[in-house]
């Protein structure tokens, strides 16, 4: 069975820093294209940030740049979320999700997701 599974969610203050990981059984992702998600309520699914198979390409939604920093561990089979500078706008629950092994912004193209981890920013 595939899964994904996140954790390092919470409860952070404006100006905090969370982690976020996520790690991937049943199968290998080394060859998938990596990517993070967001969706609060009433809003819809989100791209965030996401990394190539090798983790020599990363790209980022304007409103996370420069404060997240998404990489990849293939012999553990993860990929993480460093989220640094945080601000209320960035509450959400936090998927990952991969697909085949090109970038894409679309959720619509992914086939594997998370069971989603909650990150609240107060402000």
């Known amino acids: 069975q595939v899964q994904l599974v996140e954790s390092g969610g919470g409860l952070v203050q404006a100006g905090g820093s969370l982690r976020l990981s996520c790690a991937a059984s049943g199968r290998t992702f080394s060859s998938d294209y990596m990517g993070w998600f967001r969706q609060a309520p009433g809003k819809e699914r989100e791209f965030v940030a996401g990394i190539s198979p090798s983790g020599g390409s990363t790209r980022y939604a304007d409103s996370v740049k420069g404060r997240f920093t998404i990489s990849r561990d293939n012999a553990k089979n993860s990929v993480y979320l460093q989220m640094n500078s945080l601000i209320p706008e960035d509450t959400a629950a936090y998927y990952c999700?991969?697909?085949?092994?090109?970038?894409?912004?679309?959720?619509?193209?992914?086939?594997?997701w998370g069971q989603g981890t909650q990150v609240t920013v107060s402000s």
């Open positions: 999700a991969a697909r085949g092994r090109f970038y894409s912004t679309s959720y619509l193209s992914y086939d594997y």
